[in-house]
């Protein structure tokens, strides 16, 4: 069974950093291409940053500059480098992995990210 465990989340001051890590099992990770998404309370989840097998990658206009995503194909990982935080990037962050052509969707559970002073 596939199962994506995200890691990294919780309490942050404005301006501080965290890292997430999504960890996959019985997936082959290499061919898919993971994402981190997120959900604020009362709005739709939303796109944060996209990764390809290939290292091709596509980020939210207001996260650019600040979010960095990366993957590790030998651990079967997909990274959320987060700099810069702002209360407005307060969410469940979600990590995704998606394959198309295989109409292949799987989520991870989600951890809470909180910018607060």
């Known amino acids: 069974q596939v199962q994506l465990a995200e890691s990294g989340g919780g309490l942050v001051q404005p301006g501080g950093s965290l890292r997430l890590s999504c960890a996959t099992s019985?997936?082959?990770?290499?061919?898919?291409?993971m994402a981190w998404y997120r959900q604020a309370p009362g709005k739709q989840r939303e796109l944060v940053a996209a990764?390809?097998?290939?290292?091709?990658?596509n980020y939210a206009d207001s996260v650019k500059g600040r979010f960095t995503i990366s993957r590790d194909n030998a651990k079967d990982t997909v990274y959320l480098q987060m700099n810069s935080l702002k209360p407005e990037d307060t969410a469940v962050y979600y990590c995704?992995?998606?394959?198309?052509?295989?109409?292949?969707?799987?989520w991870g559970q989600g951890t809470q990210v909180t910018v607060s002073s």
């Open positions: 990764i390809t097998s290939g290292g091709s990658t």
């Open positions: 019985e997936l082959i990770f290499g061919i898919y291409v």
């Open positions: 995704n992995a998606e394959h198309r052509q295989l109409q292949r969707t799987y």
